[in-house]
């Protein structure tokens, strides 16, 4: 038994050797991604599996309810891999109930996220993986997690994120269950997206932009927005792909092309009416196009009107004879309305075009209805009425017939066009004509005879002599039920992705299905308001089925069937009417083939409302702890500070994760945390030759280099929301505000523990500027313009929208995510804009009054019909240069030592080097409208920010215990809390009983923002602000920056600012007698001396020679080039690199995944041991008398030179 069960446990779990067995999976998810499933096993593996899962069950039973917890976690595996994914996490709950150090199995944590990842619980597929990474950054398959993470990170529309766990997969040397090639296509393929949405949107903001250009652009960019996936979320898409159709239109009204765009638009989100209107303007402006009259096939489909979608589709093949989705979709109806004979015949045309993606599927679809056609009982057809007239007879009606003559005349007026210049100037000419230009007469001649036949001919064909020809596949089809219209790892469909086509027919983007919603159909895009979706089930794909469904796991989607979107229960019976088919008042076929688009028909908003985009249903913590590390983590400190913050002891909660369900939600709970391990048995106040001797011995005994001297911590956890729940009453508290009289109060010390006190989130000091007579003026636009007119200033393009309300593009719906594109200008030329922008408003006066008024009447219908106006807000202006900024840098010393930039109370002062936007200033200059999204500061910092005016701001702030819930939120949203851009809904903050504090910043007023508070904020007037962040010398930041640093570690987020190299400066500079804050920085120490040590000692046995490098005065703090992490005091860096004298830093975990053996890698040395040693045994608590600590609002000892500044 237990050679049975380590073997297979040994080659299947950590998965080294099962690479000749791996076969990719193809499973279609909730949002119809292609996903690639592991372990394929053979017959021989298989059958051991089944030994040890009856072994492990034998064992369970003997044990009588005493069983060990590591059998039910084995027991998982083991079903794991024979693919019993319900046994498996059963299984899973079983050890997670019973284990309490759960979270120290990285192969537990593994196989529950592949379980989640099966049954597309993706929100906890990703939390299960990001604790593997954390807990072991050196799992064996890592390399198979972050392409999930990618993936996964992909759906949701974190592409930031995406593309960083692709890029992780494709360094990783390791084996994979993708190929390298497949791995960097994948990664190409997602940047290559990126890409051209940034580079159409920087070209929008050249100047200057010729009408034509600006055409082209805008639809492209909109055309992206409908089809690719990874753009966001289809409602905010979607809403931003319309406004860039309709600019396009602006610019050029008469494009056919952005017409039909635009239709599909409207189509794809319900809007029935426009969409019938955006394609008649395509007809009007190009009548031969075999994509815009499929489409409206397709939507008279979806409106139950089989006769008019028949004539639309007839003239689609008319056009395109290869039209492989008009094909697809006309068989389709056919076949919904009983007239098999009919249908196979098109899906017999459809299957000769080249453009035909999956003929098998197809020929499959055609047997079954051969099939079922040999079963019926002869004449039961003949008998039957038909609905439709048959495709022979389809060609003979009057939309076709009219097209068909109108293509006849326009192909002679082409050829009569063609041959005018050359061939008449012949026959007129033939008298004179020498013996070679008579041949070409004669040539030309017969050649103009033939092809009058062949237009004769062609306009006249039946469908069985359509065949296919080379004409590509149509990008605008209809007929793709994959979200991969391409082949995922094709590099000329990432390339066609982003090319651009001047044909009729385009080409350089692939397109979402249509949605069709007529008897019997099931479509992947959401129907109109009130439309049948018809029978769910697929069609049968293998050749063993045997029934038209085809059985799909719990909590999936079932998988998609043919190419073409429109599904069939193969059950159904053909001709039933749809039951719920929408009663839309629709013009009839033919006003398509009269005139324009008439200007009278109107839309109800109300009954084509977007479909809501996809939530993911969350649960909530009850018990969470913040005091976590991994084996280099800091966080598991002793420190409990105050009542706000989240407890460092949690109590143990064993409740068993739910059992599978019919949603993602009941999937999974928070796994609550384990208790740590209490402080009187670890000892932080060892001797550093103590701590050398312990990791010496560590290393002598062979345990890896993941062990640690202390028990490990759980991975942090968001906080759980703060009980019990604030009064309704409660939720808008008044914001602290002091009002300073003159220089005194300023720096009176009870206003720095004021505002530094847990319990005040944020602080208005109001009249600051006046009291220290501050000259506001050095930051006025007009004196930057002339300090330093070409300045570069970030730019934020957005929306101009009311501060409490954050609507989508079109002003459809209010949303979480807040949209921004980024380029750069210069002070100069942002002053410009910022003097016009203020021009315009004044000329604008009388005008803006009246439409508030209009707004105050019916505030959501206006904003529903007209679009928001874009805006420019210039962020993040560099100030640190103290030659350029001498002036206005010197003016901010007049502040008080606890708000300056550079103070020795200042925790950022000490990192010994510059980071930007933190421990140096920055400006903004801004118009009304402009936003800062929601967001904490950098590591939980403190903030500083001070309006220069002349305009006020608007900011909103809740307190750092309820950054849970805000996360909660993101997470539903789809957007990542810590990099993504949001701004949150008041009623959903209201309703979750969260307070907010809502004030106006006045020129002149400083707002200090407290230790994590989460903020937004929006410009009401014109103004210009400055901020920088600032980190009180106490326990509480020290802690929250901490908890933050190993949160921005399991999310893979990098931490500007690195607290390990923090912490040792503080252990040099300062000498601390706050107990809580001194164990802190001590217990950091010892972690990283020990880490450091055991990195030596490994190093040293496996022969690899440390390279002496030490730092230079100023010098940064050093992160892993690839992952982000911080990298203290031993470097790896390539060979090549460190030859260069580039030094292109690697952490050792992915130095080894490149090169395992370090072959390629230098491993450079910062400091000597003995130094560590001295800073470590030196760094000691102090003691300071009760007086002493009145007088001073710091509770520490400054030990530092003032050289130090």
């Given at each position: 038994f237990r050679s049975i069960s380590e073997s297979f446990v040994n080659t299947a779990l950590v998965f080294p050797d099962w690479r000749d067995d791996v076969e990719k999976k193809i499973s279609a998810t909730t949002t119809n991604k292609l996903f690639y499933m592991l372990w394929r096993r053979g017959h021989q593996r298989g059958a051991r599996?089944?030994?040890?899962?009856?072994?492990?069950?034998?064992?369970?039973?003997?044990?009588e309810g005493k069983v060990d917890p590591d059998i039910f976690c084995q027991l998982g595996h083991f079903h794991l891999l024979l693919e019993d994914y319900p046994k498996a996490l059963s299984a899973y709950q079983r050890y997670f109930s019973l284990q309490p150090d759960y979270w120290k199995n990285a192969s537990f944590l593994y196989g529950l996220g592949l379980v989640y990842f099966h049954y597309n619980a993706f929100q906890w597929a990703i939390k299960a993986f990001q604790e593997v990474l954390y807990i072991d950054p050196s799992f064996s398959r890592a390399k198979e997690i972050h392409l999930r993470l990618g993936l996964m990170f992909k759906v949701n529309t974190d592409h930031e994120s995406s593309l960083k766990h692709f890029q992780l997969a494709l360094i990783d040397s390791n084996l994979c269950t993708l190929s390298k090639a497949e791995s960097k296509s994948l990664t190409t393929h997602h940047f290559l997206q990126i890409s051209a949405k940034e580079a159409y949107e920087s070209l929008l903001q050249t100047e200057n932009l010729p009408a034509q250009v600006k055409a082209t652009t805008l639809q492209q960019l909109g055309w992206m927005h409908h089809t690719v996936e990874q753009l966001g979320d289809k409602g905010t898409k979607e809403s931003y792909a319309i406004q860039c159709l309709q600019k396009s239109l602006e610019a050029d009204p008469n494009s056919g092309q952005s017409w039909y765009f635009l239709g599909r638009c409207y189509s794809s989100i319900g809007k029935v009416q426009d969409a019938f209107i955006s394609y008649r303007q395509s007809i009007d402006k190009s009548e031969a196009s075999a994509d815009t009259w499929c489409s409206i096939g397709v939507l008279y489909q979806q409106q139950n009107q089989p006769m008019d979608a028949l004539q639309a589709y007839i003239c689609a093949v008319q056009l395109d004879h290869n039209h492989a989705a008009a094909w697809m979709d006309l068989g389709t109806l056919y076949e919904s309305c009983g007239q098999p004979h009919d249908a196979i015949k098109c899906y017999i045309n459809a299957t000769r075009s080249k453009a035909c993606v999956n003929t098998a599927a197809l020929a499959q679809r055609i047997k079954l209805l051969q099939a079922q056609l040999c079963n019926l009982q002869p004449g039961s057809l003949q008998n039957k009425s038909k609905m439709l007239p048959s495709i022979e007879e389809a060609w003979s009606l009057p939309i076709p017939a009219e097209l068909t003559s109108r293509q006849g005349a326009l192909n002679a007026a082409q050829a009569q066009q063609v041959r005018d210049p050359l061939l008449e100037h012949l026959r007129t000419n033939r008298a004179i004509l020498k013996p070679f230009q008579v041949q070409m007469l004669d040539q030309l001649e017969n050649q103009f005879s033939l092809m009058q036949q062949h237009q004769q001919q062609g306009l006249h064909k039946g469908p069985g002599s359509h065949s296919a020809g080379p004409n590509g596949e149509p990008p605008f089809s209809s007929s793709s039920s994959s979200s991969f219209p391409q082949t995922a790892f094709s590099s000329s469909a990432i390339l066609n992705q982003v090319g651009h086509s001047s044909g009729s027919t385009p080409n350089h983007l692939s397109s979402p299905p249509h949605s069709t919603t007529t008897s019997g159909l099931h479509t992947k895009d959401n129907a109109p308001s009130g439309g049948n979706t018809g029978a769910g089930a697929t069609l049968p794909l293998g050749p063993d089925t045997t029934t038209g469904v085809i059985p799909s796991p719990p909590s999936a989607t079932p998988a998609q069937g043919l190419t073409n979107h429109i599904q069939l229960r193969v059950t159904d019976k053909p001709g039933s009417p749809a039951s719920g088919a929408p009663t839309l008042d629709n013009p009839p076929f033919s006003a398509l083939l009269k005139?324009?688009?008439?200007?009278?028909?109107?839309?109800?908003?109300?009954?084509?409302?977007?479909?809501?985009?996809?939530s993911t249903t969350t649960t909530t913590t009850t018990t969470t702890t913040t005091a976590v590390h991994s084996s280099n983590s800091l966080s598991c400190l002793k420190s409990q500070t105050d009542s706000q913050g989240p407890t460092v002891n949690g109590k143990e909660d064993s409740r068993s994760p739910q059992k599978v369900g019919t949603s993602e939600g009941a999937l999974h709970r928070h796994l609550a945390p384990a208790g740590l391990a209490p402080w009187t048995s670890v000892s932080i106040y060892p001797s550093s030759s103590d701590v050398l001797k312990a990791c010496r011995n560590l290393g002598k005994n062979g345990l890896s280099t993941s062990s640690i001297i202390l028990d490990k911590c759980p991975p942090p956890?968001?906080?759980?929301?703060?009980?019990?729940?604030?009064?309704?009453?409660?939720?808008?508290?008044?914001?602290?505000?002091?009002?300073?009289?003159?220089?005194?109060?300023?720096?009176?010390?009870?206003?720095?523990?004021?505002?530094?006190?847990?319990?005040?989130?944020?602080?208005?000091?109001?009249?600051?500027?006046?009291?220290?007579k501050l000259d506001l003026g050095l930051f006025s636009t007009k004196t930057l313009v002339e300090a330093n007119p070409d300045h570069l200033v970030e730019v934020r393009t957005q929306l101009a929208q009311p501060t409490d309300e954050n609507w989508d593009p079109s002003g459809s719906r209010k949303m979480w995510r807040c949209e921004s594109s980024r380029s750069h200008t210069t002070i100069i030329k942002y002053a410009q804009y910022q003097a016009s922008s203020f021009q315009e408003s004044l000329r604008e006066e009388n005008e803006k009054k009246k439409e508030m008024e209009a707004e105050a009447a019916s505030s959501?219908?206006?904003?529903?019909?007209?679009p928001f106006k874009h805006i420019k807000f210039g962020t993040n202006i560099d100030l640190s240069d103290e030659k350029k900024w001498k002036q206005q840098l010197q003016e901010l010393t007049k502040l008080p030592a606890f708000a300056r930039v550079v103070s020795a109370g200042n925790l950022l002062s000490h990192v010994g080097h510059t980071i930007l936007g933190m421990n140096t200033v920055q400006l903004y200059m801004k118009v009304p409208g402009s936003r800062t999204p929601g967001h904490q500061e950098n590591n939980n910092f403190c903030s500083v920010n001070i309006n220069i005016g002349p305009g006020d701001c608007e900011w909103f702030a809740v307190p750092e215990p309820y950054w849970g819930v805000i996360n909660s939120f993101c997470e539903r949203n789809n957007i990542n809390f810590l990099m993504g851009s949001w701004w949150p809904n008041l009623e959903d903050l209201y309703a979750t009983n969260v307070p907010v504090y809502r004030f106006i910043q006045r020129p002149g007023d400083l707002v200090w923002l407290n230790t994590g508070t989460i903020h937004w904020v929006q410009a009401i007037g014109w103004c210009n602000n400055i901020a920088w962040n600032v980190g009180p010398l106490t326990a509480h930041q020290y802690k929250l920056a901490v908890e933050r640093y190993e949160w921005n570690k399991l999310q893979s987020v990098k931490s500007i600012v690195p607290m390990i190299h923090l912490s040792w400066n503080l252990a040099r500079n300062i000498k601390v007698s706050d107990h809580k804050l001194f164990e802190m920085i001590k217990y950091c120490l010892l972690r990283t001396l020990k880490q450091c040590q055991m990195q030596r000692e490994l190093l040293l046995a496996a022969g690899k020679e440390l390279v002496w490098h030490g730092?230079?005065?100023?010098?940064?703090a050093h992160y892993c080039s690839i992952c982000e992490v911080e990298v203290y005091d031993l470097l790896f860096v390539t060979s090549e690199?460190?030859?260069?004298?580039?030094?292109?830093?690697?952490?050792?975990?992915?130095?080894r995944r490149g090169s395992p053996n370090l072959d390629n890698f230098v491993v450079l040395e910062q400091y000597k041991v003995e130094e560590l040693m001295q800073v470590y045994d030196h760094f000691t608590l102090v003691s300071v008398s009760h007086r002493e600590r009145c007088k001073s609002p710091?509770?520490?000892?400054?030990a530092f030179s003032l050289q130090f500044f």
């Open positions: 599996g089944h030994q040890a899962v009856s072994c492990y069950n034998n064992l369970i039973l003997k044990a005139g324009k688009a008439n200007n009278t028909t109107t839309t109800n908003d109300d009954n084509n409302n977007s479909s809501s985009p996809m956890r968001p906080p759980s929301t703060p009980s019990p729940p604030l009064p309704k009453d409660k939720l808008n508290p008044p914001t602290p505000s002091i009002y300073l009289e003159n220089k005194r109060d300023a720096f009176y010390p009870p206003l720095h523990q004021f505002c530094t006190n847990p319990a005040n989130p944020v602080t208005v000091i109001r009249g600051l500027a006046g009291a220290l959501d219908s206006r904003r529903r019909k007209c730092r230079t005065q100023n010098e940064p690199s460190n030859s260069r004298k580039t030094y292109v830093v690697h952490c050792q975990d992915c130095a710091f509770s520490f000892v400054l």
